[in-house]
């Protein structure tokens, strides 16, 4: 391919597709704060999703919100906080309203992920406290199922780790 024929590829994929024009929007002029708080917005959207008081909001579409992040690669403190993030709101959003066993299994995998940041970050207590924090803050009607979730994954966690808290 020629030059020319090259630019005229790149400029046409920049037109027609909106992740393409994201991603090299975002490479071109790096701002992290500006995609971190793109993606918590899409995100926010998901958590809000509510029918007769039923959390309806779609695990998948946070799991790729998340990856579509990382795919960007942002720094790992910025990783850590959107995954923060979607735990806590994920916490409230259960607080308000019904859940289903994919919520859970999304905030045990959440906790996972964090401790495996934190790990690779040297930040790993930080995250752990800040996990135990979200954790210990949840309402009695789920306090048991969301505390077993983010639990069961700390303990899996330490068991294939070297670190143990």
Known sequence: MTAPQLVEVILDAYSARNEIRDYFE?????????????????IDKELQRVKRNMLKARTSHINAAIKTFDSFSPGIDYQIKLRQYVLDNLRSA?????YTASHMNLAG???????RLGDRS??????YNGINIIADHVSRRVAREFRDAVHEAIDKYESTSSISK
């Open 122 to 127: 040297e930040t790993f207590a930080e995250v």
């Open 109 to 115: 995998r959440l906790t996972t992920e964090l401790l």
């Open 26 to 42: 975002y490479f071109l002029e790096p701002d992290p704060d500006k995609l971190y708080e793109k993606y918590r917005l899409a």
């Open 94 to 98: 259960t607080w308000a309203h019904y």
